[in-house]
């Protein structure tokens, strides 16, 4: 089959290689028809090293597509099922599992690093986050493939799989933001957006978008932002907007030290800091003891926007049907090149378009 393949962590390009073949599914597995796949930052992060990943291996993990092959102990799906994936398979039985945090289950995570899912000739390569969307076919834990009914459409399914829920997530899963709060939003790439259609679900009444590129601000706009400005700006809607006092709720979902310090310094006292953006191991943030205690702001980290990938996928697609959540609009967003720089990303139904894409991002 087609893959595009990373054949070395730095290369800037990916290789198109029609001689890739994936593992047999193996029991509690399925293999997957990929008919839609996204192009995430975090995609970007793994080809350059700043998220963890192995090479050669295959990127890609946001995608949809249709079941082809279940193994044995597999019941809840069957041949031509239509499913999104999840680079976090929650194995069910695990501490954070059971302690309803399955967005933190480790099990499947930890065997992406040591089970290659694809082949070429003898060798083995590995799928990113334990997926590798970025082929035609897939071979995935079933816990990590989530049946969605067959009239969404799979560029809508695969949205869902990563950056809608991280970002939507992050709102209602992390922070729990309620009817009538502030909110600052730092990044308005495709999550950053996700964000500001989780605050206007979640009912926030102020959501400011904050990003350097003024281009994005209308974007922001409409998919849910009340004001938007570049971060030289923000001082002065906090200003005007809170009477200084600062937001109840300031994402940064860039995961750079100046964004992360910036929504802490933007967040009001007893407000929340949600981080969202996906940092380097080495970024280092400075905080003072003293501001720490005095402030009793808190610092939460949103991975996966805390969800519960079935029942949060599900509910996604009700607030899509119900017309709360634009994804359609998401997806006509992604589908142009202007952005691929910062990460908005691009969909297509056919893989073998994505990949051709992916291979030209260099």
Known sequence: M????LNAIGDEKLELRDD???VDPGPHEVRIRVRASGICHSDLSAMDGT???LAPGIIGHEGAGEVL????????LAPGDHVTVSFVPPCGSCPSCLRGEPNLCAVHAIAAFTTPRFKQGD???FGYAGLGTFAEEVVVPA???VKVDQDVPFETAALIACGVLTGVGAVLNTAKVTPGSTVAVIGCGGVGISVLQGARIAGATTIVAVDPVEAKHDVALRFGATHATTPEGLAGLKESLTAAEGFDHAFDVVGLPATIRSAWDNARRGGSVIIVGAGKADAMVQFSAQELFLHDKKILGSFYGSAHVHRDTARMLRFWRAGLLDLDGMISRRLGFSEINDGLGVLR????DVIRQVVTLG
């Open 20 to 22: 890739v073949t994936t």
């Open 69 to 76: 092959q279940v193994g044995q102990g597999v019941e809840h």
């Open 2 to 5: 087609r893959a595009a393949v």
């Open 51 to 53: 998220l963890p990943a």
């Open 143 to 145: 816990s990590g493939a």
């Open 349 to 352: 139904q056919g893989t073998s």
């Open 123 to 125: 060798s083995p390569i």
